[in-house]
């Protein structure tokens, strides 16, 4: 009932800057949470930054300072400004939000991934 779109990634150079995009679509009451998180291969997927409905943010230690996480409640929709981008940075990264249906009760969905690259 709810569908998360995102868009952005791609390929960059070690100290490049990408923008993140996802918007969600649906039978959407409001939306409590919206986050970023990522998976590189053989690893765990890992939360990346979140925000509150409030605009409360919290990032993961490794991309403090670089990343910057936004939304637009108005469109239900979430950024996530990367700057600096590493070599470990790479990954397919997800966006996740949670909040309430009009038809009653909750969901917690998440999107397609979209493939982040830092190479020279």
């Known amino acids: 009932q709810v569908q998360l779109v995102e868009s952005g990634g791609g390929l960059v150079q070690p100290g490049g800057s990408l923008r993140l995009s996802c918007a969600a679509s649906?039978?959407?009451?409001?939306?409590?949470?919206m986050g970023w998180y990522r998976q590189a291969p053989g690893k765990e997927r890992e939360l990346v930054a979140a925000?509150?409905?409030?605009?409360?943010?919290n990032y993961a230690d490794s991309v403090k300072g670089r990343f910057t996480i936004s939304r637009d409640n108005a469109k239900n929709t979430v950024y996530l400004q990367m700057n600096s981008l590493k070599p470990e940075d790479t990954a397919v990264y997800y966006c996740?939000?949670?909040?309430?249906?009009?038809?009653?009760?909750?969901?917690?969905?998440w999107g397609q991934g979209t493939q982040v690259t830092v190479s020279s």
């Open positions: 996740n939000a949670a909040g309430k249906l009009w038809t009653m009760g909750a969901f917690d969905s």
């Open positions: 649906g039978s959407i009451l409001s939306i409590n949470a």
């Open positions: 925000v509150t409905s409030g605009r409360s943010t």
